[in-house]
């Protein structure tokens, strides 16, 4: 099998679930407890912490461990815009882009209908990229917090998020970045991209499901969701996943200490198979930025087809991959990242994403395009 779904999840690599191990058996203790089980498991999640905080580039106080990247995302979009409302009820809109992941934009929508908040949608244009104007236009003085992903799940495209951060901090405004699919692959320093709070998600960079994270900055305001025994200073109740926030902080380490170098020749096996793919299967469309994407991300719409279809045949060869985000896949309706591009939503019920990890080998790429090629001529030769 060739596993070309890595945007939807990644198997646990060996020095992580090494590095769990002993906090799965023998130190199994409770981080809240007063004995020295206890202590050798708070002492383990401060170790994961401070590892965190070195890679991001933060005070290890800035990090708050979650259950993985919805939770994470959730907790900034509505513990930032809650808490900055009950201090000043004038702060009722939340501003995210029209190609957010269903966990920011189905909590503004929350925001909307319980809370009150208006959502404003900054849209995208045909590459998936936010425009700065556009997106400074969306701010105003009543803006809570806004959000816009660092790279998108569906097509790979990343976007500028310094420049967007500038621009809303500039305004005072608390700015949120839902970092899960740039993780192992973008710079994540938090100083650097100048953002207030980032997302990031253990599956998708080799640490189990379960398990991810959010940073915020310094004294921003954060009304936490979880309510109970105070864990992760309060702002998120529960006790502690002491062996999933070691795993993360291995896996973060590991991924991000990937060489550009490295970078650089995943990338460039993406760009040979994307043109193998172009050249190969007529009226193939790439989706997303041609440059500014994701070194492991290829997405594409392949007019005449439907996308389960090809899925389907492509999975009989042999080559796993997804048709859009694993979270769309099995509805019917058209993916809204897509209609959002401006692309036509029967055309976008033909898309394909192929996402590869590190691992992957131009042998593995050669193979795919070849079964994308006699898949998709297959499809159409039996009417789509
Ligand atoms: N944000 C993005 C961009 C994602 O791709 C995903 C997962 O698909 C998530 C958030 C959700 O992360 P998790 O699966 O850890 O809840």
Redesign the pocket.
Known sequence: MIFLDA??TTPVRREVLDAMWPYLTGEFGNPSSHHSLGEAAADALAGARSSVAAVLGCRAGEITFT?????A?NLAVKGIALARQAANPQLNRVVISAVE?P??EESARYLERFHGLAVDVVPVDGEGLVRPEAFRAALRPETAVASV?Y???EVGTVQPIAELAALARGLGIPFHT?A??AAGWLPLDTKALGVDAM?I????IGAP??C?LLFVRGRTRLEPLVHGGGQERGRRSGTENVAGAVGLATALTLAQARQAEERRRVAALRDTFIGAVLTGVPGALLTGHPVDRLPSVASFCFPGTSGESVLLELERQGVVCSSG???AAGSDAPSPVLTAMGIAPEEAQTAIRFSFDSAVTGADLEAAATSVLDAVGRVRALGG
């Open positions: 945007a939807a259950s993985g990247g919805t939770e995302d992941h966990a920011v992903m790279a998108n799940n839902d899960v699919q997302s998600s253990g599956h998708k499901k379960g991810g985000s694993a979270c």
